[in-house]
């Protein structure tokens, strides 16, 4: 399945902040030009590398080594192919997108890059522009995410409201992003190290878990999932699935309050649509070994239990069902879905 753009894509909000009056958005797009001028006049010039500041804004602050080294080495052979971005200030330039391959190009020993110029940037069209960028590039850990979102409401007075519009995300998408900036410092770090993934975060987030770092790293060193982190923070025993705990409840109940606990408890699809019916369940299809698979490929990707159901009579046809067992959990699925 194709990877769906944001909201907003990165051309638009360049055009929407178009600063020298002409169209940016066929600047990006044929930036690859060796011409000094594109047809928009935008300049396209060679600057002096040692000019060339970061980005005061930049989202990320973490950098691959192995992969600066690898791109230096394209750059070695091929030389730049795309341009980076800059903003002119005084004398000199900060970069507005292209960090890496301004970090490759120095360790490529080049002496001077090919740079889009803009003139006239504000602080907060340059933070956007650096936010939307690595966002839509997937370029950016959990945390550093959040702290761009951070960063664009102190300094721009931006809401929760203001920044999903912006990035093309949903309000609690943003919310829930900015809870991870609670965490403490060490397991901010875990997740920036990639240790911990960020469903398995958010789930650390709850108020119902008295020491977040403690369960962090029985995270990391037990390699519990999202539904097991969950389980603990309900007091619950995160190795007994569902399924088993209803049936250590009923062995350990009255007989006569059996029918009654089964009849409550027990989910839609292990006691029918209709409860109330006499009618009995249909058998479930036996799944292939292939659907078998991928039934447990969708598992690990939401980070909860998905039952393929195919049709009885034509099993081209089904459903599929994504258990979630709290709002946070419903929420978490949701931010899967539209980081896709």
Aim: charge should be negative.
């Amino acid at each position: 399945m194709g990877k769906q753009a944001l909201g907003r894509g990165l051309s638009a909000i360049f055009k929407a902040h178009d600063v020298l009056g002409n169209s940016v958005d066929n600047a990006i797009h044929n930036s690859g030009t060796t011409e000094n001028t594109n047809p928009d006049n935008q300049k396209i010039v060679e600057i002096n590398i040692d000019l060339i500041d970061p980005n005061p804004f930049q989202p990320r602050k973490f950098f691959d080594d192995d992969e600066l080294v690898e791109l230096a080495e394209t750059i070695e052979k091929h030389g730049l192919i795309q341009p980076i971005a800059v903003r002119k200030v005084g004398d000199r330039y900060q970069i507005i997108s292209g960090e890496r391959r301004t970090r490759a190009s120095k360790l490529a020993n080049c002496r001077t890059i090919k740079a889009q110029v803009y003139d006239n940037l504000d602080d907060k069209t340059m933070s956007e522009w650096a936010l939307i960028e690595n966002i839509q590039r997937v370029d950016l850990n959990p945390i550093e995410v959040a702290q761009s979102y951070q960063q664009l409401i102190d300094n721009h007075n931006y809401t929760h409201e203001d920044l999903a519009k912006t990035v093309g995300k949903s309000r609690s998408a943003i919310t829930n992003a900015l809870r991870l900036l609670k965490l403490p410092n060490q397991v901010q770090a875990w997740i920036q190290e990639g240790k911990l993934a960020g469903g398995a975060a958010r789930a650390l987030c709850s108020e119902k878990i008295a020491d977040p770092e403690a369960l962090a790293k029985r995270v990391i060193e037990e390699g519990l999932n999202v539904r097991q982190i969950e389980a603990i923070s309900r007091g619950e025993d995160p190795f007994v699935n569902k399924d088993d705990a209803l049936a250590l409840r009923q062995a350990q109940e009255p007989e006569s309050n059996t029918a009654q606990t089964t009849e409550d408890e027990l989910p839609p699809e292990v006691h029918g649509a209709d409860s109330e019916s006499d009618t009995p369940a249909k058998p479930k299809v036996e799944l292939s070994a292939d659907m078998k698979q991928f039934e447990s490929r969708l598992e690990t990707f939401f980070g909860t239990k998905v039952a393929l159901n195919p049709n009885a009579k034509d099993q081209t046809k089904g459903t599929i069902v994504i258990n979630y067992y709290s709002m946070d959990d419903l929420t978490r699925i949701q931010e899967i879905m539209e980081n896709r």
